[in-house]
């Protein structure tokens, strides 16, 4: 079946740039998504791009694709240590089948 | 709108004890999920729903039933709780299936469950 891997942990300086990493093997994975956990809560949707994208913009987010080696990375610009938080990798291939997450990567900030 | 409901947020059970875990939306989402998330697991799905009256199972759904009466509620039902169910259990819906650009996937708050 579908798999998702992430690397567990990360930990960055405040004000450096963070890369948090993903793949999946789900070739017909049409969309891909970012989520993120703050401590005590549920998952917030951050960002997704389409598979035919290799790179999307949003603020101090930007997704890199690389498709043919099925790798998804989310750089933050100028990490804060509100941006501490788990962050979750998940796929679609845009049918009725539902997310595959990966087991999330835990951001540390340290000020 | 409030979004995604959960209750309740923290229980303890004994082992064998059964219990009911309420989830509610309240955005006329037809789709609805249950998940459980484990220390180094990442987010497992337990059951699904694709409408009132329509349910499947995920990754992990032993231990676990679920119903869709309504389109607001789909509540996880333990029937014989055991120390293995520990867990976060997370509710969410979307307004179609959960990938695609339009069918963004909204959580609720978690509920803690201990099995002594």
């Known amino acids: 079946g579908e798999d998702v891997e992430q690397s567990l942990f990360l930990s960055v300086r405040e004000g450096d740039s963070s890369v948090i990493n993903c793949t999946y093997t789900d070739s017909s994975s049409t969309y891909l998504y970012w989520y993120k956990q703050e401590p005590g809560a549920g998952l917030q949707l951050l960002t997704y791009?389409?598979?035919?994208?290799d790179m999307k913009q949003d603020q101090r987010l930007t997704v890199l694709l690389n498709k043919k080696d099925k790798h998804l990375s989310l750089r933050i610009a100028d990490t804060q240590t509100g941006d501490s938080a788990i962050y979750f990798c998940a796929e679609s291939d845009s049918g009725n089948t539902p997310l595959v997450f990966g087991k999330g990567t835990r951001l540390s900030v340290i000020a | 709108n409030a979004g995604v409901t959960q209750t309740p947020k923290f229980q303890v059970l004994k082992t064998g004890q059964s219990m009911t875990l309420q989830c509610a939306q309240d955005?006329?989402?037809?789709?609805m999920s249950w998940y459980r998330q484990d220390p180094g697991m990442g987010l497992r799905l337990i059951h699904y729903?694709?409408?009132?009256?329509?349910?499947d199972q995920g990754e992990v759904p032993n231990g676990y039933n679920v119903s869709r009466s309504t389109t607001e509620d789909f509540p996880l039902r333990l029937l014989s709780a055991a120390p293995s169910q520990t867990s976060v259990y997370f509710c969410?819906?979307?307004?179609?299936?959960?990938?695609?650009?339009?069918?963004?996937?909204?959580f609720g708050p978690g509920t803690r469950l201990t099995v002594l």
């Open positions: 969410a819906s979307s307004y179609g299936p959960a990938g695609g650009l339009y069918n963004e996937q909204f």
């Open positions: 729903s694709v409408g009132a009256g329509i349910t």
């Open positions: 791009i389409f598979s035919n994208m």
């Open positions: 955005m006329n989402h037809e789709y």
